[in-house]
């Protein structure tokens, strides 16, 4: 009876969270801060943790959340609106909408390609949005074009906002960032290659539409696949997401302009959504990709491919301590210049005055930026001290002891379910990381299972969640303006969203029975 207990006492801060989030419909925000309060006083007065622990907990949680999570997703949105200040963007846009009169490789192209960079490279929704825009500029349907993009921004989002989510879980649960990470692509690559003809059905009403289109979408998920694999098994989390997006834009862009004229009348874009731009010199395409050049070039700089510099840069860096009860401390070590948060500032910066853009006006943008996130700045610091108090009492250990107790080895297939959720109610993969990732490793060594296997199942889940999570639902109406339209979206996507986790989770469970057991 106790443990029994237990477990919906350690259950309870969860459950209060998805009820204010989900049922109030209270601000993530101040559900978060709520929660946090809550869970306080619950391992204080059931977990008996030391006052002290929980200063030190929310602190260092607090911290972590600023950095390095806070900053990359700043310095991320600031170079999309640095970009979108000088208009460069829209010089990309146009361009993307220019290269095929082929409905079905538009949508592979500014869905998946464009909308994969923009996760890589910004995320907080801009993936989801600006493609919407753009397909429905080209005269696609409002609601097809809002479920193709929402269904198209799920795997990426696994190394979204240069890798964050992958980068924030291994350090969190203590696991090597590469092996982390290719085990995540590993996980994720049967969507990698099926979720292209999803989104060719999805606009095309059905099978028919990928007559004609097969091997130009199997080349979409291919090469998105291999060099994402590649990137993160050799340089970590923060390069995978550009390096698929960006081959697969070039190998879909070079093979959809070979078919321009061939298209049958079925699948052709109307002369007057087509978007007829004069061809852009190399120097005005390098200044519009400038800011996004430099971030790549930056992150791969510091990156293991240069030993030397990687080194130099994470010299300069500071410790901050936690203090125990007794005589240990929490160490968090904050890394001035190598957190990829600054890296794309800087990059920012630099690439921003390339573009045309002055001092002052860059520093009005990071002002509104920094007025945009103010409440996810506060939801993201209240999750990680969130999960570092859960951690630090043992309320995530309860749990998962008493999760695994309930579900014996059947956990394995589970395992995404629990990211998805993560992801559902933050909205957020990287948040589903802090809450849950820590339990999946717990859940991993008492069923001696490889802890990378489950901390990826988190994140593999998580993609899947994004795409019903409420914060998602909200973007795709804005961008369609389909006020009060929400629930066609919703419903539109649900199928595919569990479609999506059933496959996931049998995949990973009888994967790890048939081959790791």
């Known amino acids: 009876m106790q443990e029994y207990l237990m477990f919906a006492l350690a259950l309870s801060p969860l459950l209060l969270m998805v009820f204010l989030i989900l049922k109030v419909k209270m601000p993530i925000h101040y559900a978060v801060l709520i929660s946090l309060a809550f869970t306080s006083a619950l391992t204080v007065i059931f977990w008996k943790m030391p006052a002290r622990n929980l200063q030190a907990a929310i602190g260092y949680g607090a911290i972590k959340g600023l950095w390095p999570i806070v900053i990359v997703i700043l310095g991320a949105i600031f170079s999309y609106n640095v970009m979108q200040a000088t208009k460069t963007l829209d010089i990309l846009r146009d361009v993307l909408a220019s290269i095929s009169d082929d409905k079905r490789i538009q949508v592979l192209l500014i869905a998946w390609c464009f909308g994969g960079f923009l996760e890589a490279a910004a995320g907080y929704g801009t993936a989801v949005a600006i493609p919407i825009g753009i397909l429905i500029a080209l005269g696609f349907d409002p609601l097809k074009a809002a479920i193709a993009s929402l269904v198209a921004n799920t795997v990426p989002t696994a190394f979204g906002a240069v890798g964050i989510p992958v980068s924030i879980l ?17 996980q994720l690559a049967l969507f990698n ?16 539409a990928i007559r004609g289109v097969f091997w130009i979408t199997l080349l979409c998920g291919v090469t998105t696949l291999i060099p994402q ?35 049958v009348p079925q699948w052709r874009i109307e002369a007057h959504h087509s978007r007829d731009t004069p061809p852009r010199s190399a120097k005005v395409l390098c200044k519009a990709g400038a800011i996004y050049m430099l971030i790549f070039t930056f992150i791969l700089l510091c990156s293991p491919l240069f030993p030397s510099i990687k080194t130099a840069v994470s010299h300069v860096a500071s410790v901050l301590h936690f203090p125990l009860a007794g005589s240990e401390a929490m160490a968090l070590k904050v890394e001035w210049i190598a957190t990829p948060g600054v890296l794309i500032i800087f990059a920012t910066i630099i690439g921003g005055f390339i573009q045309g853009a002055t001092a002052r006006g860059m520093l009005v943008v990071f002002a509104r930026t920094l007025f945009q996130l103010r409440n996810s700045i506060i939801a993201i610091m209240a999750i990680v001290a969130l999960a570092t108090v859960m951690d630090l009492s043992g309320l995530i250990s309860t749990l998962a002891q008493s999760i695994v107790d309930l579900t014996g080895g059947a956990y394995v297939f589970i395992a995404p379910v629990i990211g998805a959720l993560g992801t559902f109610i933050t909205g957020s993969d990287t948040n589903s990381n802090v809450l849950f990732g820590k339990l999946q490793t717990i859940a991993a060594g008492k069923l ?16 899947g969640g994004k795409m019903i ?31 999506y986790i059933i496959i996931l989770g049998l995949k990973i469970g009888l994967f790890y029975y048939w081959f790791m057991a």
């Open 170 to 186: 291994a350090e969190q649960v203590n696991l090597p960032v590469y092996t982390l990470g290719g085990t995540i692509i590993l």
């Open 193 to 208: 290659i099926l979720l292209p003809f999803v989104i060719i059905c999805i606009i095309g009403g059905g099978l028919k």
């Open 229 to 263: 694999y590649f990137v993160a098994i050799y340089l970590g989390a923060e390069l995978p997401a550009f390096a698929g997006s960006l081959v697969s834009l070039f190998a879909i862009a070079i093979a959809g302009r070979s078919r321009n004229g061939k298209t």
């Open 448 to 463: 001696n299972i490889d802890p990378n296997w489950l901390a990826a199942a988190n994140t593999s889940g998580a993609t």
């Open 469 to 499: 999570s409420p914060q998602s639902i909200a973007i795709a109406v804005s961008a369609t303006r389909m006020e009060g339209q929400a629930n066609q979206i919703m419903s539109g996507t649900m199928k595919y969203c569990f479609a």
